[in-house]
């Protein structure tokens, strides 16, 4: 059967308790998808003693069911030259391939001539401040308390605490749970240890029943400006609770804001300067009997040049990139990797020098791959995965928790079934950034 | 005796020397065609008039500026090479040596000249990554002024208004009104537009890049007049043509012009943000940089980058030119726009002050794409050695589009105020030098410059000598308009 085209890529679904198939006439069918080929998609349901098979040009997507997607933590990500997207972890690199592993599948060795690009320290890295431990942590007034790790609020109130030589660029990550309507702020970037109004100059991200925004105070002539939201409300989250993280680099004065692992926004501060302070306070405004718990509060050091880096012009793709986590960037060709006392090192012959550089890994953001001189199939199929992942198939089947199917330029290989967030058919002309 | 009288006396006409155009001399009370024969070191011009026996000389501290040859060298060369000294000043030439200490410079404005390297902000041996393609405005010549509205036929000479714009000491100064200046700038599709904007009360200025200036369309046989849409003012000025728009505390990129069918059209071009924060009074350095194949247009202000817009061309409009424009839409407002620059791109992603570290130089290639940072050690014999992070590099200056030293390494700028007469001395296509004014001759100026101390000019490839009476050379208003 010839499969027509439709295009959607899902995201910030509501949870669900299965699998959903959502067909092209409105339909929506809950389940569990055991495979997918270009006659059909077979979905075992309750409501039928056999699987349902549905037309794929019927299907207009697939989500997997939400609650059993694993979060993952990886450390790189890989783009094909087809556009799909890998987390992974970087093992190693040799003149030809790339050798990746990821919790999702098993280790994988992908040609270095199906590679666009590797980026590196995806995840946030040196861990300057995890708690909360004790209840002399966090400096707090009535309406917070301490137990058991987690700052929990019943009222109006503030606690504040200060990190040592934040640096320009950090991660703010917690988890926040909520009873009724939230109406919580955490300021960042603060100089003074108190939540509210008046002429300071720091960030603060707001959630509340409106979902989450973040906001710049500052002592100038306009006290407040909105940074930009996130369409996320309190009600879509189904257990009342979400992983945060915010981003922030004050060089270049731009935030941005992960609600459970998935980008929600990017924001820059239109002010010339940002706000130097290390202050953190966290502020209920709760009038009612509203709770918040704060809980696995974790800064981190994060360089926001990586993302920059992955954004930017190839080039003539006659060689291959580095560009180095200061934003220095060589052209020439990477040789591999190697070991050195202090870990891995990336080997990369530049046209200025006899002897290859030695590239720390951890100084490594962003590795541009020359361009093929092929071009890669697209099938019709795009798969998300985890951590903003993404596979093109054409076909594949499930058994038990594994999907197995056979990628273009990958291969044959199985994912794990919790790592998969949704499927959708391709666009006949799909947009370049699919 | 004033000026005036003299105009008055000796019938004054532009005088012309051969086929060279006049200098031209301004002074506080009017502006007189010559040749300039130079300055004494009392302070007293020279200037040789065909109808004067004699030279007529005027005071230094009553002349506002001197083009020469109407703006155009005498020689010009070709080269955009050139040293940026933390004083603002440019010296064009060829870099023949540095080491730790000082920059050997071999200058066709100033002859072998050597500069401390700690005086030096930055040396661009091959800068843009391409050619340049415009510097000035040295001359009126080849720019419009476009009024909003066409002159009413009826009109009376007394009665047609002034221009909003005028050309003075290559400044453009906006003087109210809702005149549109334009120029063919042959803009290429991958290109930088930089230049200076001074403005006196909350910026609101409309940029246009690659404009073709098309005319409005005839109107459709079969529609009536009335069934037209009148095009916005930015497309009847400006025809098809990106329009960056500049307030104090946002910018907007739009799509202006008609269909292939003759409609007009205004579209707006997403960006990650609209929001930038600009002085309400002053002013600062604005460069676009526009890539018409990948569909970005990104603004940098002083050096920083602020915001990135993203085209979607659709297949209806009519496609873009090569011109450049500017329309103000606060009319009670004075501006002033100089040091303007076009020239191709070499698509460098990002200004070296994105990634400026104030201990390390910044060496930017000309590839585009390759930036180095580290230690640059020294230049010799066409190589730049730069101890990096990774390695020591060896670097063919001719790869080098611009490199960048360190802030740590500079000397702290002071306020440079000379005692008496101060002198700009402009080149094209690229440079400047100022410094207290010492005495000139028709070919050459001395002058003691705050970085460098005395400093001969070659007048041959200079197109303007600026005066300010106070001696202290600032971005300040001429107070005579």
Partial sequence: MKLTFTFLLLAGLPALLADQVRTTDGGLISGRVTSLDSHALSLETELAAEAVQVKPDQVQSVTFDEDSVQRGDHDARVILINGDRLPCDLKRIDDKHVHVATRYSEDLKIARKSISSLQLGIRPRQTLYQGPSDSEDWTVDDAWSFENGVLTSISKGSAFREVEDLPSSFSLQFQIEWTQIPNLEFYFCSSEARAGGGKLDRYYLQFNSAGFGIQRQSSGDTTYQSLGEANLLPDSFTDSKALVEIRVDRKIRRIELLIDGEVAGRYNDPLPEAPGGSLFVLSSNSQASGVHRVSNIVVRAWSANRDRHDSEDRGDGEGDSLIDNTGQRFTGRLIGTGKSDKGMIFLFKNPHQEDPLQVPEDRVSTLFFAKPDSKSERPPMIIGLQEQGMLSVGACTFAGDEMKLTHPLLGEFSLKRNALTSMARRLENPPTDP | ?481
């Fill in chain 2, 1 to 481: 005796m004033s000026l005036s009288r003299f105009i008055l006396a000796l019938s004054l006409t532009s005088s012309v020397i051969a086929a060279t155009p006049p200098d031209l001399l301004r002074l506080a009370d009017g502006e007189l065609a010559g040749r300039f024969s130079g300055i004494s070191a009392a302070g007293i011009i020279r200037w040789e008039r065909e109808d004067s026996p004699a030279p007529l000389e005027f005071k230094v501290d009553k002349a506002r500026h001197i083009a020469l040859r109407g703006g155009v060298p005498a020689t010009p060369h070709a080269s955009t090479s050139h040293v940026e000294l933390l004083d603002g000043d440019r010296i064009a030439g060829t870099i023949t040596a540095m080491d730790k200490g000082e920059l050997t410079l071999d200058s066709p404005q100033t002859g072998p000249i050597v500069i401390p390297r700690d005086r030096i902000k930055r040396i661009a041996p091959n800068p843009f990554g391409g050619r340049l393609i415009y510097a000035g405005p040295f001359s009126k010549e080849g720019w419009e002024i476009v009024a909003a509205e066409p002159p009413q036929s009826d009109a009376s000479e007394t009665e047609k208004k002034e221009d909003s714009w005028e050309h003075i000491a290559g400044h453009w100064y906006y003087k109210g009104g809702s005149d549109a200046l334009r120029y063919p700038a042959a803009m290429p599709e991958q290109s930088i537009f930089r230049f200076r904007m001074d403005w006196r009360a909350r910026p609101a200025v409309n940029i246009a890049l690659h404009a073709d200036f098309a005319g409005v369309p005839e109107a459709k046989e079969n529609e009536g007049e009335d069934e037209v849409r009148r095009p916005d003012l930015p497309a009847r000025m400006f025809g098809n043509a990106l329009i960056v728009s500049i307030r104090a505390n946002y910018a907007t990129l739009q799509h202006c012009g008609y269909t292939q069918e003759g409609e007009p059209f205004v579209r707006h071009l997403r960006s990650s943000s609209s929001s930038v924060r600009i002085d309400e009074s002053g002013g600062a350095d604005f460069e676009l940089r526009s890539n018409l194949k990948e569909g970005t247009v990104a603004l940098f202000v002083d050096g920083s980058f602020w915001l990135q817009w993203n085209i979607e061309f659709t297949e209806d409009a009519r496609p873009l030119g090569s011109g450049l424009g500017f329309l103000i839409t606060n009319e009670a407002e004075s501006y002033r726009i100089t040091d303007l620059l076009v020239a191709e791109w070499n698509g460098m992603p990002d200004a070296a002050r994105s990634f400026e570290s104030p201990d390390r130089d910044i060496v930017l290639l000309t590839n585009g794409t390759d930036r180095l940072s580290g230690k640059v050690t020294s230049i010799s014999e066409g190589r730049v050695k730069l101890h990096g992070d990774y390695a020591d590099l060896d670097i063919p200056l001719e790869d080098v589009a611009d490199l960048h030293f360190a802030e740590s390494e500079k000397v702290k700028e002071e306020e440079s105020q000379a005692d008496g007469a101060a002198v700009r001395v402009h080149f094209l296509p690229i440079g400047r030098i100022h410094g207290k004014l010492i005495e000139a001759s028709s070919e050459r100026l001395v002058l003691e410059s705050p970085s460098i101390g005395r400093i001969e000019t070659l007048l041959d490839s200079a197109s303007l000598l600026e005066f300010n009476r106070h001696g202290l050379f600032l971005q300040g208003w001429d107070d005579d308009l």
